[in-house]
């Protein structure tokens, strides 16, 4: 799972060797710090891997993590709060992530991820 918030850019998966953690990973550690101090855990520094820094939470803390940032948002357009707090960098990349984005929209079908939620 991807996510953008206006601290930064994650990636999270599940742990490799512990199916009760979550592995979420960034390339700048910034990124990861408000999900590091909510989990009271460190940043793991893993320099030769393709995100260099990782934390390794419980699912409920992760989700607890997003619900802070939806119970948060407070903007009308992400790239220019992205851009606000983080600077002109993370507004360019988060533009062309748009942009690339808007070259699959309406291609391809998107499967029934709702099917089995009440």
């Known amino acids: 799972m991807w996510v953008f918030t206006q ?14 953690k979550i592995t979420v990973r960034a390339r700048d550690a910034a990124s990861l710090q408000d999900l590091a ?3 009271d855990t460190e940043i793991v520094d893993t320099p030769h891997r ?11 803390v992760y989700a607890q993590w997003l ?3 939806v119970n948060t948002l407070d903007y009308s357009n992400f ?4 851009g606000a707090t983080l600077g002109e960098q993370w507004y360019q990349a988060c533009g062309g992530v748009w942009t690339t984005m808007l070259d699959v929209s309406d291609t391809h079908k998107v499967r029934d991820l709702t ?4």
């Open 37 to 39: 101090m909510m989990a």
């Open 115 to 118: 099917a089995g939620y009440h």
């Open 79 to 82: 790239k220019n709060r992205i």
């Open 50 to 60: 393709d995100y260099e820094h990782r934390v390794f939470v419980d699912p409920e």
């Open 7 to 20: 601290t930064g850019f994650v990636s999270a998966v599940n742990h490799s060797r512990d199916d009760k």
């Open 67 to 69: 619900t802070y940032h």
